[in-house]
């Protein structure tokens, strides 16, 4: 304005940039101008607009000053995601992802989900765990090893372990049934195969060993006494023991 004792600062949320020794640049409340998005000012009179920190947003793009106040201005990220610095919005880490830095600027914020678990939805920031019986083998972002989220974004990603194997929750494997024990569903029913006790112990005049589907019938002239009650009644041909004088039996029948 002409005739001023003194320049008015540019309000919060505005910046002029203008040269120093351009007068156009400098002589109407105009040439202060609102902050774009994700960039706010500290005080008046600024001469740029300083911009959200990493995992902050701000969404106006020059709509209105008060939108760009103070760094109280840039929003925290929602759970599941990121941004870089100066960002309007932030990005969901996909499905199959988990967020583990929502203060990293690009995609490497999220981490494929490791074994035995999996992320349904975009934005997570833990995965969920395959249920017991099921395993899912992929190691996700392990160091040297190439994976995809493809493999770990729906629990159909878990696979039922096979016959004579069981499994925890967040199974990156299936466990083998104890030599003794013996477990015949292939692949069928998770249940079927949640945790060691899924294994059933071999009946009377069998044994088994490690991970059978099925328990082995002690020789014609051996038995077994015990009836599916200790599996290491059951976890060696040795354990078959000789008839007495006097006595005989049959493939595969107890004492």
């Known amino acids: 304005v002409e005739g001023s004792a003194a320049c008015t600062q540019c309000q919060l949320g505005k910046y ?17 101008l609102i902050c774009a998005a994700g960039k706010y000012t500290e005080g008046e009179g600024s001469a740029l607009c300083l911009s959200c920190a990493k995992g ?8 209105a000053a008060s939108a760009h106040i103070s760094e109280a201005s840039c929003l925290t990220c929602a759970t599941g995601h990121y941004s870089g610095v100066a960002h309007a919005s ?11 830095d929502a203060a990293t600027a690009d995609e490497s914020a999220c ?59 967040g199974a990156g494997s299936c466990t083998p049934c104890t030599a003794g024990t013996f477990l015949n569903d292939e692949a069928t029913t998770a249940s079927l195969h949640a945790g060691e006790e899924s294994c059933l112990v071999c009946a009377a005049g069998s044994h088994s060993v490690e991970g059978s589907t099925a328990c082995e019938d002690c020789q014609a002239g051996t038995f077994i ?26 493939v595969g029948e107890g004492g």
């Open 56 to 63: 902050k947003f701000l969404t106006d793009d020059a709509g």
């Open 111 to 169: 981490s494929i989900c490791g074994p035995g678990r999996f992320s349904p939805v975009e934005a997570m920031v833990d995965c969920e765990a395959c249920e017991a019986g099921t395993y899912l083998s992929d190691s996700g972002n392990a160091a040297g090893e190439t994976s995809s989220a493809d493999l770990h974004d729906s629990a159909d990603d878990c696979s039922i372990c096979h016959a004579g194997l069981y499994s925890d929750s």
């Open 16 to 32: 002029l940039t203008g040269s120093l020794n351009v007068v156009d640049d400098h002589d109407s409340e105009a040439d202060c």
């Open 225 to 250: 006494e015990d009836d599916g009650s200790d599996a290491e009644e059951h976890d060696s041909v040795t354990d078959c023991k000789f008839c007495e004088a006097g006595s005989y039996s049959g």
């Open 90 to 100: 932030c990005t969901a880490c996909a499905a199959g992802k988990r967020l583990i």
